[in-house]
């Protein structure tokens, strides 16, 4: 497996065994991330508080331990930017565009590694969800109609970044529900 969002395919390999773990132990899993027009999305169940998986997608020091091998931003708030780098892959910029405590949280973010954000940046956009004993986590990257480099490349980044949030998403719930046994 390529290496998609900046994760290896070690990461990817565990992700995909863990995630075959939970099904074999009856648990429910959330379809793979799906491609709609130009939009990106995902939702998955993960079993821990909405404020655990709220600090996940929000606090730097919990980010790197699924998303990233860096991540910064000056403030959580509109208009505070930052970056995601990965070791690797390179460093992504971000700027923070909503927050809305316990409920939903987005960012434009660099495609490709870069400086600063341009014409090559999306939208990501979480909202989370009390769902029985956990939380419904849904991302939803939006904005490749607009990329520029024409058709082709719009959709190889699509397919890439729904890759990705399979790989991530699968990250975060494995962090958050060994963090809870």
Known sequence: MRRVCGTSS??????????????????????????????????????????????????????????????????????????????????????????????????????????KLDEYSTHVRFTIADAGTGTDVTVIESGFDTLPGGTRYRRERLEQNREGWDVELAELAILLEDVAQ
């Open 10 to 115: 070690r990461a990817a390999r565990r992700a995909m065994s863990r995630r075959a773990q939970l099904e074999r132990e009856g648990n429910t899993l959330s379809d793979h991330a799906r491609i709609k027009g130009h939009t990106v999305t995902r939702t998955v169940h993960i079993e821990a508080s909405r404020a655990r998986v709220w600090k996940a997608l929000t606090d730097p020091e919990v980010m790197v331990q699924w998303f990233g091998d860096g991540v910064v931003f000056a403030a959580l708030e509109p208009g505070a930017t930052g970056s995601i780098d990965w070791d690797d892959y390179g460093s992504f910029p971000i700027e923070i565009t909503e927050v809305v405590p316990d409920d939903s949280f987005g960012f434009r973010w660099s495609g490709i590694p870069a400086e």
